[in-house]
């Protein structure tokens, strides 16, 4: 399987209510990233987590990375109508240089 | 401020044709350039990166090709598509950093390509 694997595939739920996706990874990692994609469009840089932190906040985002397990989670409160998007990790291997892997991706839709 | 352009933003393209993609990245200098493609539903695929002009690195075997003529454009070509080429192509650049791990990308609007 791929490095940078989102789960759930898919979340529906209701406006207000918290979002909470997962990423697991293979390899060691210098960072971890997360991005939004809206359907038919390039994507949008959320927050980077270094591998040497463990939490990260940034408004109604909260990243976590736990380098034992390998694994991140992305958690959105108060979800609102237009946080419905796709949300992919994207790690970079210690060794890949310059190159960014990503997930599968989550897709997300919030119902009013 | 950076922006990153790519064109066209759709592409209908007959099996055996050839195909051009440009990206071009305004505002900034010596970017590091990505191509990637994205099938329905899926993850990006990185298909080629560039940390200099005239500098190319491929991901994966394919029918594509990749040039970098100057230090802000980047384009993405084939001289005969096949159908498993469609797809959803989207350019990304990134500071270039001397040290360290690499930051953010980020990403233009995306080249949706079907090959019939």
């Known amino acids: 399987s791929q490095q940078g694997e989102e789960d759930p595939q898919a979340l529906s739920i209701q406006e207000g209510e918290n979002a909470t996706m997962n990423c697991s990874y293979k390899?060691?990692?210098?960072?971890l990233q997360w991005y939004r994609q809206n359907s038919g469009r390039g994507l949008v840089h959320l927050i980077l987590i270094r591998s040497n932190e463990r939490e990260k906040h940034s408004g109604r985002l909260r990243v976590t990375l736990d380098t034992s397990k390998k694994s991140s989670s992305l958690l959105i409160t108060a979800s609102r109508a237009a946080d419905t998007a796709s949300y992919f990790c994207a790690t970079d291997e210690k060794t890949s240089g310059s190159r960014l892997t990503f997930g599968e991706g989550t897709q997300l839709t919030v119902n009013p | 401020s950076q922006t990153i352009h790519q064109w066209p933003a759709t592409l209908v393209q007959p099996v055996g044709s050839p195909l051009s993609l440009e990206c071009t990245v305004e505002g900034t200098s010596n970017p590091n350039l990505y191509w990637y493609r994205q099938a329905a539903g899926r993850g990006l695929q990185l298909l080629f990166y560039?940390?200099?002009?005239?500098?190319i690195s491929s991901e994966v075997p394919q029918n594509l090709s990749a040039s970098r003529p100057q230090d802000r454009q980047f384009i993405l070509s084939s001289k005969k598509l096949l159908l498993s080429d469609s797809g959803f192509y989207l350019c990304a650049w990134s500071v270039t950093r001397t040290s360290g791990p690499p930051g953010e990308q980020f990403f233009g609007p995306g080249t949706r390509l079907t090959v019939l």
């Open positions: 560039s940390v200099g002009i005239g500098q």
């Open positions: 390899t060691s990692i210098n960072n």
